[in-house]
């Protein structure tokens, strides 16, 4: 077996971002497009304590991640919020039925 | 410099943070009743954010200018940025004074976060490492999704912060990614050590380094661009500002903006430390200084030409905002000296003229409950102040003399042409060709003020509150600028460094 190096934290990492990216830009409930989000916020977080462990400035890239972790968590509350304030009015949290506002 | 003697230096964002923590711990305990809660909390909003600007004027003058072990970094450039943002705050809490648009029972909430926003616009304007970048842009952005879908009155505040978090979540987690490839690039989270490591790295001589590093930055401007709603990272933007209360639309159209570009222009002179001195020099700039190009480009013909369609004064505000940071990001492509210069110049003035443009559509909503174009028919004859201070508003967006916007486009334009070079002039022909298509949807507003008859019996507007006495005051500067613009080149000599 192959050691596990920079590279496959790297792919995985990458593999993530696409998948968030997929995630945000088909899905059409709010909630899924948040789980998204979160997936998008740690593929960065993979990345950045790969990093660190490989690239030697540990101590910078393990509170940084510690930061997204922590940040993640405050967005992830306030998406929560606002979906919870649409689905109390429109009864969903279809995208497409949210939408008032264009032009 | 170290934590402790770095302390007096952000005393602004300390008074800043024990306000907001104030706010929200005395609503909790105290539960205020009528005239105290109405009056007595925008009050102890309006003093804290005093301090903060009191702290800021007479904040010591140090020969280093990082603080806390690099995380952020204070120039003059920053510390007129943080003014700017305070004042901002201080007026939407004035344009909140008795807006309808507000909850009753969650004003005190809506202080805090105006104040938290404040904080959080002041620390991202002198950030200068990528962890503090990342959360002040968090801070900013937690805030203003929870302001902009603080109208309870029905699903369209609500709808427009849904949008908001959504596409702001997307562009700050693409943001992250890009900073984490930079990190991993050249091993640095400060901005100085990535433009040191950017000097001396050999990544740069291999193609895949470059392409990495391109596609770092293409991402890293996903979302400053998303700050500044810079088009294609604009969608946001109209339907946020049409659904967000009028009074935080204001300041949303500002604060954030002003705080975006401080951050851009530091991430620019950061990785490219030549750029702020002599920008003509900065030829390893050169991909950064082509994306922001095209973007700026970009972004001020689609605003221009999509504010066309609009009927919704606070869309067609909306897509004036978008190309307004367009003419913004012609300051931060010419660079050196000349280039942030004009950008505080210009941001001074869009302070005034656009919080100004938002306080007569607040004005007009308080009494016609709407912000169709259609309720503007007439204007001129219900409520000529009010009529005439739009008016002032519109031709100094539009960039027409003798208007304070007329002065920061002419520092714009020439902060380019003064930079030479074929592109760059080009760049400034393509703004002034904007100016031209811009007079034609402020113009059919003045038209609809001043020519035309409002149908039927129109509700007629009280001059009688915050907002339009707002929008009133601030109309004499936008005129008194235009005319003696000595205090605008002041600003332009005094905020023209970044370190």
Same mark, same amino acid.
């Given at each position: 077996?192959?050691?596990?190096?920079?590279?496959?934290?790297?792919?995985?990492?990458?593999?993530?971002?696409?998948?968030?990216?997929?995630?945000?830009?088909?899905?059409?409930?709010?909630?899924?497009?948040?789980?998204?989000?979160?997936?998008?916020?740690?593929?960065?977080?993979?990345?950045?304590?790969?990093?660190?462990?490989?690239?030697?400035?540990?101590?910078?890239?393990?509170?940084?991640?510690?930061?997204?972790?922590?940040?993640?968590?405050?967005?992830?509350?306030?998406?929560?919020?606002?979906?919870?304030?649409?689905?109390?009015?429109?009864?969903?949290?279809?995208?497409?039925?949210?939408?008032?506002?264009?032009? | 410099?170290?934590?402790?003697?770095?302390?007096?230096?952000?005393?602004?964002?300390?008074?800043?943070?024990?306000?907001?923590?104030?706010?929200?711990?005395?609503?909790?305990?105290?539960?205020?009743?009528?005239?105290?809660?109405?009056?007595?909390?925008?009050?102890?909003?309006?003093?804290?954010?005093?301090?903060?600007?009191?702290?800021?004027?007479?904040?010591?003058?140090?020969?280093?200018?990082?603080?806390?072990?690099?995380?952020?970094?204070?120039?003059?450039?920053?510390?007129?940025?943080?003014?700017?943002?305070?004042?901002?705050?201080?007026?939407?809490?004035?344009?909140?004074?008795?807006?309808?648009?507000?909850?009753?029972?969650?004003?005190?909430?809506?202080?805090?976060?105006?104040?938290?926003?404040?904080?959080?616009?002041?620390?991202?304007?002198?950030?200068?490492?990528?962890?503090?970048?990342?959360?002040?842009?968090?801070?900013?952005?937690?805030?203003?999704?929870?302001?902009?879908?603080?109208?309870?009155?029905?699903?369209?505040?609500?709808?427009?912060?849904?949008?908001?978090?959504?596409?702001?979540?997307?562009?700050?987690?693409?943001?992250?990614?890009?900073?984490?490839?930079?990190?991993?690039?050249?091993?640095?989270?400060?901005?100085?050590?990535?433009?040191?490591?950017?000097?001396?790295?050999?990544?740069?001589?291999?193609?895949?380094?470059?392409?990495?590093?391109?596609?770092?930055?293409?991402?890293?401007?996903?979302?400053?661009?998303?700050?500044?709603?810079?088009?294609?990272?604009?969608?946001?933007?109209?339907?946020?500002?049409?659904?967000?209360?009028?009074?935080?639309?204001?300041?949303?159209?500002?604060?954030?903006?002003?705080?975006?570009?401080?951050?851009?222009?530091?991430?620019?002179?950061?990785?490219?430390?030549?750029?702020?001195?002599?920008?003509?020099?900065?030829?390893?700039?050169?991909?950064?200084?082509?994306?922001?190009?095209?973007?700026?480009?970009?972004?001020?013909?689609?605003?221009?030409?999509?504010?066309?369609?609009?009927?919704?004064?606070?869309?067609?505000?909306?897509?004036?905002?978008?190309?307004?940071?367009?003419?913004?990001?012609?300051?931060?492509?010419?660079?050196?000296?000349?280039?942030?210069?004009?950008?505080?110049?210009?941001?001074?003035?869009?302070?005034?003229?656009?919080?100004?443009?938002?306080?007569?559509?607040?004005?007009?909503?308080?009494?016609?409950?709407?912000?169709?174009?259609?309720?503007?028919?007439? %204007?001129?004859?219900? =409520?000529?102040? /009010? @009529?005439?201070?739009? #008016? +002032?508003?519109? $031709?100094? *967006?539009?960039?027409?003399?003798?208007?304070?916007?007329?002065?920061?486009?002419?520092?714009?334009?020439?902060?380019?042409?003064?930079?030479?070079?074929?592109?760059?002039?080009?760049?400034?022909?393509?703004?002034?060709?904007?100016?031209?298509?811009?007079?034609?949807?402020?113009?059919?507003?003045?038209?609809?003020?001043?020519?035309?008859?409002?149908?039927?019996?129109?509700?007629?507007?009280? %001059?009688?509150?915050? =907002?339009?006495? /707002? @929008?009133?005051?601030? #109309? +004499?500067?936008? $005129?008194? *600028?235009?005319?003696?613009?000595?205090?605008?080149?002041?600003?332009?000599?005094?905020?023209?460094?970044?370190?």
């Amino acid at each position: 077996m192959a050691q596990v190096g920079l590279q496959h934290f790297l792919v995985v990492a990458a593999l993530l971002f696409a998948l968030g990216i997929v995630c945000v830009v088909t899905r059409r409930n709010a909630v899924a497009v948040l789980i998204g989000i979160e997936l998008l916020l740690n593929a960065a977080g993979i990345n950045v304590v790969a990093f660190a462990r490989y690239g030697g400035n540990l101590l910078a890239g393990s509170a940084f991640a510690l930061f997204i972790i922590a940040l993640a968590a405050a967005e992830a509350v306030v998406g929560l919020a606002l979906i919870f304030a649409i689905h109390r009015r429109l009864r969903s949290v279809d995208l497409e039925q949210t939408e008032t506002l264009k032009g | 410099m170290p934590t402790l003697e770095s302390l007096p230096h952000v005393l602004p964002e300390v008074a800043l943070a024990v306000t907001a923590a104030a706010l929200f711990v005395l609503e909790a305990l105290w539960q205020p009743r009528g005239r105290a809660r109405r009056v007595g909390f925008p009050l102890l909003a309006l003093g804290g954010l005093l301090a903060a600007l009191l702290f800021l004027v007479a904040s010591p003058s140090s020969a280093e200018p990082r603080f806390f072990g690099g995380l952020l970094t204070q120039d003059p450039f920053s510390t007129f940025v943080r003014g700017v943002a305070i004042v901002a705050t201080a007026l939407a809490v004035g344009l909140a004074l008795g807006s309808p648009s507000l909850p009753s029972n969650r004003r005190v909430e809506y202080h805090g976060l105006l104040v938290l926003l404040a904080l959080g616009m002041c620390l991202l304007s002198s950030a200068g490492h990528l962890l503090m970048i990342y959360v002040a842009i968090e801070i900013v952005s937690l805030t203003s999704y929870l302001l902009a879908g603080f109208d309870d009155r029905g699903g369209r505040s609500a709808e427009a912060g849904l949008k908001y978090v959504l596409f702001g979540g997307v562009a700050s987690g693409v943001m992250l990614f890009g900073f984490s490839l930079l990190f991993g690039l050249f091993g640095d989270l400060s901005l100085s050590g990535l433009g040191q490591a950017l000097a001396h790295s050999t990544t740069l001589s291999t193609g895949a380094g470059r392409w990495a590093t391109l596609l770092a930055l293409v991402f890293v401007l996903a979302g400053l661009g998303f700050k500044i709603a810079a088009v294609p990272f604009h969608m946001w933007c109209p339907d946020v500002y049409e659904g967000a209360p009028t009074p935080f639309t204001a300041l949303l159209s500002v604060g954030p903006k002003a705080a975006g570009f401080a951050v851009l222009l530091r991430f620019g002179t950061g990785l490219w430390p030549e750029l702020a001195t002599d920008a003509a020099a900065a030829t390893s700039a050169l991909p950064w200084l082509l994306l922001l190009g095209v973007m700026s480009t970009v972004t001020m013909t689609v605003g221009n030409l999509a504010a066309i369609w609009q009927d919704n004064l606070k869309r067609l505000l909306a897509y004036s905002s978008i190309a307004h940071a367009g003419y913004m990001l012609m300051g931060v492509v010419a660079g050196g000296r000349e280039g942030p210069g004009a950008v505080a110049v210009y941001l001074a003035v869009y302070l005034i003229m656009n919080i100004g443009a938002f306080a007569v559509v607040s004005a007009v909503d308080r009494s016609a409950h709407s912000e169709d174009i259609g309720v503007y028919h007439g %204007l001129g004859r219900r =409520a000529p102040l /009010l @009529a005439l201070a739009m #008016a +002032v508003f519109l $031709l100094s *967006l539009t960039g027409l003399p003798p208007t304070a916007g007329f002065v920061g486009k002419l520092y714009l334009f020439a902060s380019l042409i003064h930079h030479g070079g074929f592109w760059y002039v080009l760049l400034a022909v393509v703004g002034v060709l904007n100016s031209v298509v811009s007079l034609y949807f402020y113009a059919r507003v003045l038209r609809a003020m001043f020519l035309e008859s409002a149908a039927g019996e129109p509700a007629p507007v009280s %001059l009688a509150n915050s =907002a339009a006495a /707002l @929008a009133v005051v601030l #109309a +004499v500067p936008t $005129l008194a *600028l235009g005319i003696f613009w000595q205090p605008l080149a002041a600003i332009a000599n005094f905020s023209g460094s970044l370190f």
